[in-house]
């Protein structure tokens, strides 16, 4: 057992270092030109405001690849009922969310899934085949203008992917899997222990999930009480678990590709979280 474990623990490092950051080239220091449709721009068509969060399934175009293999390891250590291998955060449902991906300059990146060549990460991935999901939170203007002058402070930092943080994230999930009662997988249980939140200076040091987690915890309300009632430490997140942050709700899933379409056709539904006449 013990050597098992400790097998998948390199192998889930690696998922973590290879999903959420390329290491094969390195992107030019290019800004990418924002997509903008202006239904996507304010899709509630009122004063409420969102933050909008994408987790992603990513299907490479060489599915013998190494970063493929990997990516089904982490299916194998996630106890969440739905597996992503990377996260980004957003303000608008246009196709420019931003996240943890590529080598430096500046490992903070524009992403965008209907524009695979704007980044190396998704360049990787076959945009026909790989799935995201979108959800969005409800906050306050004050959260909403907090989380975004975070992002631009870190957008413009040297924020880094730290391939050192993986090894304490490993293990706890390799510990999270095997070694918790069914009730102790559940997140809010994960930080029964030590993995209490310290609410640091930024080190400008993440991984995909740790840095979308901690703009939220440091901008939200509801999420600091949750990770505070709870002992939760956002260095300990995946991004599977973000999808069950008290008030994220799930808004639509598509292919990369489809991703415009289907934001579109999510906010022209009568279903949709934006509409004032429910």
């Not at 068509?45 to 933050?51: E, L, P, R």
């Not at 993995?195 to 939220?216: A, G, H, M, Q, R």
């Amino acid at each position: 057992m013990k050597k098992r474990v400790w097998l998948l623990s390199v192998l889930f490092l690696v998922i973590l270092n290879s999903s959420c950051k390329s290491t094969s080239e390195i992107q030019k220091n290019e800004e990418v030109k924002l997509l903008y449709h202006k239904e996507l721009s304010k899709p509630n068509k009122n004063n409420d405001y969102y933050i909008f969060i994408r987790l992603y399934y990513p299907n490479y175009n060489n599915p013998l690849c190494i970063e493929n293999i990997l990516k089904k390891c982490i299916n194998f250590v996630d106890t969440n009922p739905k597996s992503y291998s990377h996260s980004a955060i957003g303000f608008d449902l246009n196709d420019n969310f931003i996240g943890l991906t590529t080598a430096k300059p500046r490992d903070l990146k524009i992403e965008q899934c209907t524009n695979i060549n704007s980044n190396l990460y998704m360049y990787k991935c076959n945009p026909k085949t790989s799935v995201q999901t979108t959800y969005a939170i409800k906050v306050s203007k004050d959260e909403y203008e907090k989380a975004r002058s975070l992002v631009d402070f870190f957008y413009y930092e040297d924020t880094e992917y730290s391939v050192g943080l993986n090894f304490p994230l490993a293990f706890f999930e390799l510990k999270r899997k095997f070694f918790s009662s069914r009730e102790n997988k559940k997140l809010h249980r994960i930080g029964k222990e030590k993995y209490k939140n310290s609410y640091k200076e930024p080190s400008t040091d993440f991984v995909c999930s740790s840095f979308v987690t901690y703009i939220l915890v440091n901008s939200v309300d509801a999420i600091k009480t949750f990770f505070d009632t709870n002992n939760l430490d956002y260095n300990y997140i995946i991004p599977s678990d973000i999808s069950s942050f008290p008030g994220v709700q799930k808004l639509f899933t598509s292919s990369w590709q489809s991703y415009t379409n289907a934001a579109l056709a999510y906010t022209n539904s009568e279903n949709n979280i934006f509409n004032t006449n429910k």
